[in-house]
């Protein structure tokens, strides 16, 4: 398994910042915190964190310039920018900044969670893997195929796609938006629970005619794919 | 008499009053000029005149003697208007000739009379009168002096004449320029303080004012137009921010005050637990913010197009993509979600805004045509004269033409949507983005006639089609 996840929070409202530590100690992610720019560009350039989460607006120094200037000296640190500002666009500068992730203020936490595990998770390993494999559920990215039992299930390319997404971050939850994000590449909010019912189909057809189920629901946050058998 | 010094202060009345100096100089050089011309000509003229008669009188001299002379300048003199003749003695007294008294030493000596002289004829009858002349003077070998001069009177005259003819002229068109431009400047100014008068209103709150037109098209009526077009857009954000203040404040208050009641209830649930309430909040909060999402969007798509980045997006890709993305909700509810798409339409515009407005569209058409007889809601993208058309027409209970115009506004819900989820705020965001993209939004009937009962609605959105 993964080695507990160190974070640093860079975020002025202490408020904030104390309840987003209590809950990522719940969630058994270590955190660290600093409330100015300054203090977290130092902080981020002495320490080795996995994910940072860094507030747009900083006193002394501005969440985009702090995540420029790590860039600049060669920190390649994950980074997840909060911000109050929640336009497209404001998205495209947040990234062009050399932001990884971008999550518009008010958010849920399970949101932040699951995407500050995904971003911590692709620090470790790159992405090399051909096939995905959970339990006895089988996707090849090479000639987009996927088998459960050896048995091939024919797939949409959007479904596939859905399921490679799932099944790379699988054992992790990935929400509704995220999905829409890297599945589709939309950003924005599409009124009614589309995802749900694209899940509920890939479901369908990978679940059907087979015993054990892989893909959960979960409350609240979104879905993950996971063979309960294999983890302990 | 303030009210001149203001009239002065106008730029017209400054301008003219500059002209009028620099055309009141040009005009004194052009009199002094014309004049002083004239004055030289002429004389160039007597002196010319005078000097052929010399030439003749020495010619009748040489040829005829003193007597032929004599009888010549007598002949001469006797013409009607005839030059000056004198015949004087070595001391200069006169002894015969046309001119009763010169001015004294002018004889003395030979050739042209330095200047202008005074001198009185015979048929002068009061003493005083003095005529001037200019004249040469021929020193005989015998001693005699012979003068010929010409009057200077009738080219003084003229020039007199001429200098009063310029300055009468120049007179008056100085005036009539003063004239005039005292009439413009006025204008200028009244139509100034109407403009003014104006917008002090406006100022003091009146949004609706316009400043007056005259209708000439002018260069006032130009800046009266554009400021105007300037108002209007403003009086449409005032009055979009006074509706949305409105609207918050109204449409805002209901849910919260079903989050607040939900949790008002949860805490006099004693005891058990509370989860349940806890996750209905969330879901009346996550509305909320959905809500508060969709009005900062739409102002920030309306303050203008600065904000977001438009690019060159292939608008077909993005229709596929959205059908394909409500395909199985439609399905779900019991719908068809049919595609006709033109291949390869490109627009400068924003993918993700597009994209959120036509998901607007096919969820709002998927919501109000659940259960209607024909099942089907057809998105459409093709190419009509000269715009790029994206329509989704549904065949749900459709809306009143009356209120086309309406729904599109903030918080607008008919009622008989009030029941459905939802924000209100979906089609004026939709327009918002047509706004940006230079295009517009059409509400139709999907079957124009409707004898079937539902008649449906079909939504398009007209893009401006992109050079290329």
Redesign the interface.
Same mark, same amino acid.
């Given at each position: 398994m993964v080695a507990r996840m160190k974070i640093l929070i860079i975020e002025d409202d202490l408020e904030a910042a104390a309840y987003l530590a209590k809950a990522f100690r719940e969630a058994g992610i270590v955190s660290d915190h600093a409330s100015d720019g300054e203090s977290g560009l130092f902080m981020a350039s002495e320490n080795n964190y996995d994910v940072l989460v860094v507030d747009r607006m900083l006193p002394r120094r501005d969440g985009l310039s702090v995540i420029t200037e790590l860039r600049r000296k060669g920190i390649h640190t994950p980074v997840l920018i909060l911000s109050a500002l929640g336009q497209v666009d404001d998205r495209v500068t947040g990234l062009r900044a050399g932001g990884d992730d971008y999550l518009p203020k008010p958010y849920a936490f399970n949101e932040l969670l699951a995407r500050v595990e995904v971003l911590g998770r692709r620090k470790g390993t790159p992405d090399q893997d051909m096939v995905y494999r959970v339990g006895d559920l089988e996707l090849d990215r090479l000639s987009h195929s996927v088998r459960r039992q050896g048995k091939e299930i024919p797939l949409q390319p959007r479904e596939f796609r859905l399921l490679e997404y799932l099944m790379k971050n699988a054992g992790q939850v990935v929400t509704r938006t995220m999905l829409l994000e890297n599945v589709w590449d939309y950003h924005f909010d599409p009124q009614t629970n589309v995802i749900d019912v694209h899940v509920s189909r890939l479901r369908s057809k990978i679940e059907k005619d087979f015993d054990v189920p892989l893909l959960r629901t979960v409350r609240g946050a979104g879905y993950m794919i996971k063979d309960d058998r294999a983890s302990a | 008499m303030s009210k001149l010094r203001v009239l002065f202060r106008t730029t017209a009345v400054r301008l003219s009053a500059l002209y009028l100096i620099l055309f009141s100089l040009c005009a004194a050089f052009l009199v002094f000029y014309v004049t002083g011309m004239s004055e030289r000509l002429l004389q160039q003229q007597t002196r010319d005149a005078v000097t052929a008669e010399v030439a003749q009188i020495e010619q009748v001299y040489s040829r005829a003697g003193m007597n032929g002379l004599l009888r010549s300048l007598e002949r001469r003199a006797r013409q009607p208007g005839a030059n000056l003749y004198v015949i004087a003695g070595p001391s200069g007294e006169i002894l015969a000739g046309n001119v009763a008294s010169l001015e004294p030493g002018l004889l003395d000596s030979e050739g042209w009379t330095e200047r202008p002289f005074a001198y009185q004829r015979y048929t002068d009858e009061n003493k005083k009168d003095s005529h001037v002349a200019l004249a040469h003077v021929l020193v005989l070998d015998n001693g005699l002096r012979i003068l010929v001069g010409r009057d200077l009177q009738e080219p003084q005259k003229f020039r007199a004449l001429v200098r009063q003819a310029l300055m009468v002229a120049l007179g008056v068109m100085g005036l009539g320029a003063l004239v005039i431009w005292f009439g413009i400047g006025r204008n200028a100014l009244k139509r100034i303080d109407r403009m003014s008068e104006a917008s002090t209103k406006i100022m003091a709150g009146d949004l609706s004012q316009r400043l007056p037109m005259s209708g000439s098209g002018d260069e006032f009526d130009r800046l009266s137009e554009s400021l105007n077009a300037m108002l209007s857009r403003i009086e449409k954000l005032n009055e979009g921010l006074r509706q949305v203040s409105d609207n918050i404040a109204h449409d805002l208050k209901t849910p919260l005050t079903r989050l607040r009641n939900k949790a008002e209830a949860a805490l006099a649930r004693k005891g058990t637990s509370q989860r349940g309430a806890l996750?209905e909040i969330?879901g009346e909060s996550?509305q909320l913010?959905?809500t508060f %999402?969709?009005l900062?969007?739409i102002s920030?798509v309306e303050a203008g197009s600065s904000?977001?980045?438009m690019s060159e997006i292939d608008l077909s890709q993005i229709v596929a993509?959205c059908v394909?993305?409500?395909e199985?909700?439609a399905e779900?509810a019991g719908l068809k979600l049919e595609a006709d798409i033109a291949q390869n339409l490109a627009i400068s515009g %924003?993918?993700?805004?597009v994209?959120?407005a036509l998901?607007?569209l096919i969820?709002n058409a998927?919501?109000y045509a659940e259960g209607a007889d024909n099942p089907l809601i057809r998105v459409s993208l093709e190419k009509l004269d000269g715009h790029v058309v994206l329509a989704v027409a549904d065949h749900g209970s459709g809306i009143p033409e009356a209120m086309h115009d309406e729904v599109v506004k903030r918080f607008v819900r008919l009622d008989e949507s009030r029941s459905k989820p939802?924000t209100g705020l979906?089609l004026s965001l939709v327009e918002a983005v047509m706004e940006m993209h230079h295009g517009s939004l059409r509400l139709a009937d999907t079957v124009p006639s409707a004898e079937d009962g539902g008649k449906g609605l079909t939504v398009q959105m007209v893009f401006p089609m992109t050079a290329t």
């Open positions: - | 996750e969330i996550d913010i959905r %999402n969709a900062l969007m920030r904000v977001a980045e993509d394909e993305l409500y199985p909700v779900d %924003n993918r993700e805004l994209g959120q998901g607007n969820d998927i919501k939802g979906g």
